[in-house]
């Protein structure tokens, strides 16, 4: 993958994602995710950002190809909260660890 292009199109097809889908999510045509994957056009530097963002993806590794694909600050952050959160609700009862799953599943949708 030698190209901002060709690393677009193979981590949007890794999430998931169509042109379309990714262009409604980040809010721009299906074009212009079209363009990038063809080299078509320079991006400009708040839809990559949209992209990072949506896909988690290190912006470094998208733009030039250095890097892991992987957002690792984003993972790392990650964990710190899901660690916090098991150590708060290991000490809870069963019924209050059920109360809050049912939340986080609401949160979900």
Known sequence: MNTLGERLNYVRKKNGYTQNTLAETIGVSRGVIFNLEKNKTVPQMIVINAICQTLRINKDWLVRGTGEP????????????????????????????????????SLKH
């Open 70 to 105: 992987e957002d690792t600050k984003e993972i790392l952050m990650s964990t710190k909260i899901l660690t916090e959160l098991y150590q708060i609700i290991r000490e809870l009862s069963e019924e209050e660890q059920a109360y809050l799953l049912d939340v986080a599943k």
